[in-house]
């Protein structure tokens, strides 16, 4: 199945350091989501942005809605040791008639170093 | 207020054998999806239920089939197990409202194991 293209694949980073990732696909959305999951965890929505050119932020994370519908953003300022994990972007079409399936993108591994 | 919850955590089968894995969705939630998570990958959509009907498919074979009860609850069975169908299964609740804003929320997921 498809997913969406996610970069980078991990990072390593120290404590404190801001921290980008982004996320693209060949197809457009009218949502895109960003999750993250913990190890033996299911996904948790962290921000849901629903409008192309839209800026979103919650707390120290801020995500951004492509003007092309076709990709997204998350930053995460002054991360710390909880930030630790696999971030997954999600984009999603809504219709009339409800919430659709999300197609995941392939995940971003933040490592923090010590 | 319970999240969504699933069951059984982990589990163990053996090749050509038959799974059913449960799920209850957040309170409030009408609707259930269903994705299975490879190792190292993000989840992939295998189908959606809402008012006891199917109501999306993904790219996933029949023996992949599932049935939402009329409290909303759901099971998604696999029938004839095969070694690619290791993975964690999760599922998601959402409500149907019939617009954007209606966010899947995902329970902790199912542990499957073919061996």
């Known amino acids: 199945g498809q997913q969406l293209n996610q970069s980078p694949q991990s990072m390593f980073i120290q404590e404190g350091e801001d921290v980008s990732m982004n996320c693209t696909s060949s197809?457009?959305?009218?949502?895109w989501l960003w999750y993250k999951q913990d190890p033996g965890e299911g996904p948790v929505l962290l921000i849901a942005?629903?409008?192309?050119?839209e800026l979103t932020s919650n707390g120290r994370l801020t995500a951004q809605f492509g003007i092309t519908r076709k990709d997204s953003f998350l930053n995460i300022s002054a991360s710390i040791p909880s930030d630790v994990g696999i971030y997954f972007c999600a984009g999603q079409m809504t219709s009339n008639f409800g919430n659709e399936k999300l197609t995941f993108g392939t995940g971003t591994r933040l490592t923090i170093i010590p | 207020d319970a999240g969504v919850t699933q069951s059984p955590t982990h589990l163990i089968k053996t090749r050509g054998q038959q799974v059913t894995l449960r799920c209850s969705p957040k309170s409030g939630h009408d609707t259930v999806s269903w994705y299975q998570q490879a190792l190292g990958q993000g989840p992939q959509f295998i189908f959606q239920?809402?008012?006891?009907?199917?109501?999306q498919r993904g790219n996933f074979p029949d023996r992949f089939s599932g049935h939402q009860f009329p409290n909303y609850s759901s099971e998604l069975n696999v029938n004839a197990l095969l070694l690619g169908d290791s993975a964690l299964y999760l599922c998601a609740s959402s409500r149907t409202s019939g617009g954007a804003g209606e966010t899947q929320y995902f329970g902790p997921g199912t542990r499957l194991l073919v061996l």
């Open positions: 239920y809402y008012e006891e009907e199917e109501r």
């Open positions: 942005l629903y409008k192309a050119g």
């Open positions: 197809s457009i959305f009218n949502t």
